[in-house]
């Protein structure tokens, strides 16, 4: 498997980037996937309610995101860290709703939906 080298080093980034983030913040995830095509699960016993939690904060930083990142030619350094600085604060929070136990009670919609089951 041939991957380009701009979308594996930018991949890297980000999952070298979630994985401190994570660290720092105190929060548990596995990085997975190829570089260009990652993508994060938290390790929590309510990981789609913090995934969803995610997902809103991103968005409160102006960012649609999820847990799962692809990389395209057009992603530059400046956009890398720009994202993650945003996901840094948005683990922190997180680490902050499980300490204060019911990080549900942070969100501001449903939970999210596993696999195609959000499409039954």
Not at 56 to 67: E, K, N, S
Request: hydrophobic share 45%; aromatic share 10%; charged share 20%.
């Amino acid at each position: 498997l041939h991957v380009p080298a701009h979308l594996s080093r930018i991949g890297r980034k980000i999952q070298e980037g979630w994985a401190a983030a994570a660290c720092k913040a105190g929060v548990t995830i596995t990085v997975s996937g190829i570089h260009p095509l990652g993508h994060f699960e938290f390790q929590h016993k309510e990981p789609l309610v913090l995934k969803t939690l995610f997902t809103q904060l991103m968005l409160d930083r102006g960012f649609l995101a999820t847990t799962a990142f692809y990389a395209s030619y057009a992603h530059t350094d400046a956009h890398v860290r720009r994202y993650l600085d945003a996901t840094e604060d948005a683990f922190h929070a997180i680490a902050a709703a499980v300490r204060g136990g019911h990080p549900a009670r942070h969100l501001c919609g449903p939970v999210c939906q596993a696999g195609f089951r959000r499409l039954a």
